[in-house]
């Protein structure tokens, strides 16, 4: 049942357990709680039990939070410490497949920046502008893909209607790819402790 409690010895035990239960089909999401993530991600990456599946695994946090008309997720903060443009590529798809796997038609994705003009200076525009590009070009499909984009200009449509930005992902994105695990452990736990998200 959904409501299981299953008592484990220590905290490596809890890992192994609930991993086996994603691995037998009786869980669907592995979340972590008091567990520290390095011997959480131990159990997860073994390779003869764990949940390899030859892709990049990536850490996504989703969130409900009363200012926001819908769940609203933050990746990679947790597993990827400085992913280069192919592995966000990656971080990106794995989101993707996931909201589509929750019923997600067509999931809205803002790759945050500081700013919201690609810039050569700041790698992380013209990484945003790339994984644009792909979703233009059919490289990375199954969903709508803005960037480089503000969060300002993801959450706000007051304020990108006094920037003058376009964009059919502000105000209504399901996903919000970060450039390194810094930022999206600083705004996820940003949006719990200070914006009252779940």
């Known amino acids: 049942p959904s409501d299981a409690i299953v008592e484990a010895n220590d905290e490596v035990e809890a890992a192994t357990i609930a991993v086996g239960m994603i691995n037998a089909g009786k869980a669907d999401f592995l979340m972590k709680g008091k567990i520290q ?7 997860v990456v073994d390779k003869e039990h764990g949940l390899r599946t030859g892709n990049v695994m990536s850490h996504m946090a989703i969130h409900e939070m009363k200012s926001y008309k819908k769940l ?3 990746t990679d903060g947790g597993m990827m ?3 280069d ?3 966000k590529r990656q971080i990106l798809e794995n989101a993707v497949t996931t909201f589509r796997q929750m019923g997600y038609e067509n999931p809205k994705v803002a790759v945050l920046t500081a700013i919201e003009k690609v810039n050569p200076k700041m790698p992380e525009t013209v990484d945003a502008d790339a994984l644009k590009q792909m979703s233009i070009d059919g490289t990375i499909t199954g969903c709508t893909v803005e960037g480089p984009i ?3 200009l993801t959450m706000s449509v007051e304020s990108a209607k006094i ?3 376009d964009s059919p ?3 209504d994105a399901d996903i ?3 450039s390194n695990i810094h930022v999206g452990n600083i705004l996820s736990k940003g949006l719990i402790y200070s914006a009252g998200a779940k």
Request: hydrophobic letters at 45%; proline letters at 4%.
């Open 72 to 74: 609203i997720a933050v």
């Open 81 to 83: 410490t400085y992913p």
């Open 37 to 43: 993530t390095s011997d959480l991600l131990k159990v």
């Open 163 to 165: 920037k003058g930005f």
């Open 150 to 152: 503000s969060y300002d």
């Open 176 to 178: 919000m790819l970060v």
């Open 169 to 171: 992902v502000t105000g």
């Open 85 to 87: 443009l192919d592995k």
